[in-house]
Structure formats: structure tokens, C-alpha cells
């Protein structure tokens, strides 16, 4: 059992926007602002999309975009394209001084 | 541009040590300020963080507690390569592992191999 909660799924249409959630607690993403985003394509390395919460890496579209509130964070992708099909994981840094990942979401385009 | 590549045996027998090697180009590992890090991901399943090691004229090396125990990890500052060892392998440890670069270290993997397979036949 993964750490941090993330659904199994998230589909959209082309265009649409899709929310992703990262459920933790006190003790890793309600305490440190320090949630990062991968998107992972079928056979490939994770690619980091968002750091810190809300930063994203030279490069990456300003289609994501990330948030926190509480215990939980958020990846937004707006103006869903094909290509974003693929898992999307997120982390947190925890009071352990571990890292924890969630376990993963399909995003359905 | 930094680079990352695996490398190591892709069969390892149970019971024995599993060692990988991760080749660095594009940045200095000696030169600090980055995490040297090690992921695995178990077949069709999500991301495990195995832990760190972090050099700058000494090594500090930080763990995954539930594998704490049969872990460790090392840095060849004369090749740019970090190392990682995990013994008395089991089938449970058929995984992908993927070394990555953390730039905080908070889990901002910036940059990553292509990752390795590792299969320990039950």
C-alpha cells in the first residue's frame, strides 16, 4: 500500500482540464511544501512536470500546474492533448526525512 | 545536459547481492549539491524511493527504512558513478531500478536513467 493516495484513473476529452489528487497527512504533504509531480510513458523514465508544489522544471508546458491545500495536493492539466496520456505519480517529502510516491494515476485522453 | 545510465547483471539468483551502477555525464557528482538516487518500480506497479547518497568531500547516505537492513550504497568520484548494493535478494525485489538526480533533496528528480530490469527468479 503506496503512502500517498492518488485514484486509479482520470480520463478527458481533448481540450477538457482533469484534476489529479495526492492524499497524505500531517506528517508529509500537509506539513512540507515539497510535492513533485512525474509523468511516466509505457516503457519510459519517469519525466519530473512539477516541483516544490507548484514549480515547473524549465520546458514543461504551462498546461500543469500544481496546488496544495491541507493534506492534499493537486496536478491540474488543462487543455488535454493526446500526448498526456500516460501515469502520473506524485511524492512527498515526509518528517522521517523518506521520501513517500503515491501509486500512480492513469490519465485517459 | 545530464545523463544517467544503469548498469549490472539483469538475472540474480535469491539469496544472493544485487549490484548496480549508475554512470554520470553532464555534471560532477564530487561537485555537491544533488542527491544520488535510487528508484525501483516493481513490474506493472508504482515507484519505490530506495534511498540516497550524497557526496561532498564525505558521503552521507540516506535510506528506505523497510530495506535499510540490506542496503548499501557508494560513490566512485574517479568514474562519476554511484553504486548500490541489496542483498540477500528475494523475488520480491524484480523490479526496474532507475537511478535519478534530486536536486533538493525533496524528491525533485530532475534528471534519470532509462532504468535497468532486474529479475530474481522465485
Known amino acids: 500500500q503506496s503512502a500517498l493516495t492518488q485514484p486509479a484513473s482520470v480520463s478527458g476529452s481533448p481540450g477538457q482540464s482533469i484534476t489529479i489528487s495526492c492524499t497524505g497527512t500531517?506528517?508529509?504533504?500537509?506539513?512540507?511544501?515539497?510535492v513533485s509531480w512525474y509523468q511516466q510513458h509505457s516503457g519510459k523514465a519517469p519525466k519530473l512536470m512539477i516541483y516544490?508544489?507548484?514549480n515547473r522544471p524549465s520546458g514543461i508546458s504551462s498546461r500543469f500546474s500544481g496546488s496544495k491545500s491541507g493534506n492534499t495536493a493537486t496536478l491540474t492539466i488543462s487543455g488535454l492533448q493526446a500526448e498526456d496520456e500516460a501515469d502520473y505519480y506524485c511524492?512527498?517529502?515526509?518528517?522521517?526525512?523518506?521520501?513517500?510516491f503515491g501509486g500512480g494515476t492513469k490519465v485517459t485522453v | 545536459q545530464v545523463q544517467l545510465q544503469e548498469s549490472g547483471p539483469g538475472l540474480v539468483k535469491p539469496s544472493q547481492t544485487l549490484s548496480l551502477t549508475c554512470t554520470v555525464s553532464?555534471?560532477?557528482?564530487?561537485?555537491?549539491?544533488?542527491?544520488w538516487t535510487w528508484i525501483r518500480q516493481h513490474p506493472r506497479k508504482g515507484l519505490e524511493w530506495i534511498g540516497y547518497?550524497?557526496?561532498?568531500?564525505?558521503?552521507?547516505?540516506n535510506y528506505n527504512p523497510s530495506l535499510k537492513s540490506r542496503l548499501s550504497m557508494s560513490v566512485d568520484t574517479s568514474k562519476n558513478q554511484f553504486s548500490l548494493e541489496v542483498t540477500s535478494v528475494t523475488a520480491a525485489d524484480t523490479a526496474v531500478y532507475y537511478c535519478?538526480?534530486?536536486?533538493?533533496?525533496?524528491?525533485?528528480?530532475?534528471?534519470w536513467g532509462q532504468g535497468t530490469l532486474v529479475t530474481v527468479p522465485s
Open positions: 547518497i550524497y557526496y561532498s568531500g564525505s558521503t552521507y547516505t
Open positions: 500531517s506528517s508529509d504533504v500537509g506539513v512540507y511544501n515539497y
Open positions: 553532464g555534471a560532477s557528482i564530487s561537485s555537491g549539491g544533488y542527491c
Open positions: 535519478a538526480r534530486d536536486r533538493a533533496p525533496h524528491g525533485a528528480f530532475d534528471s
Open positions: 511524492t512527498s517529502y515526509t518528517t522521517s526525512n523518506t521520501l513517500a
Open positions: 516544490d508544489v507548484t
